[in-house]
Nanobody, 122 residues
Framework: QVQLAESGGGLVQAGGSLRLSCAAS????????MGWFRQAPGKAREFVAA????????YYTDSVKGRFTISRDNAKNTVYLQMNSLKPEDTAVYYC???????????????WGQGTQVTVSS
């Protein structure tokens, strides 16, 4: 098993930036592909970005391409989501996720963090 803890959320103005972090503990970090999801009020949770075990492959939902960057530091057991050019529609609770399968980490990951709130004001 792996435990995930997000941090770095907050309130930012439109056009600003935030970096989310997700620290993993438990089983070996490189066992897992990692992902970020988000859930806005009244909406379903949606996939945002994923990164492979080694960091060599990344995948993004269309609405964040060119603005968000996912990365990982396997020495620190941490995955990051750098969010630039933020928009009010990016407001959501952001969740870190982990799964041994690179398809499943984008759809139905086995492990979830508790989430961190990101609010973008207009």
């Amino acid at each position: 098993q792996v435990q995930l803890a997000e941090s770095g959320g907050g309130l930012v103005q439109a056009g600003g930036s935030l970096r989310l972090s997700c620290a993993a503990s438990g089983r070996t970090f490189t066992t897992y592909h990692m992902g970020w999801f988000r859930q806005a009020p009244g909406k379903a949770r949606e996939f945002v970005a994923a990164i492979s075990r080694t960091g060599g492959s990344t995948y993004y939902t269309d609405s964040v391409k060119g603005r968000f960057t996912i990365s990982r530091d396997n020495a620190k057991n941490t995955v990051y989501l750098q969010m630039n050019s933020l928009k009010p529609e990016d407001t959501a609770v952001y969740y870190c996720a982990a799964d041994p399968n690179y398809v499943d980490v984008r759809t139905t990951p086995d492990y979830w963090g508790q989430g961190t709130q990101v609010t973008v004001s207009s």
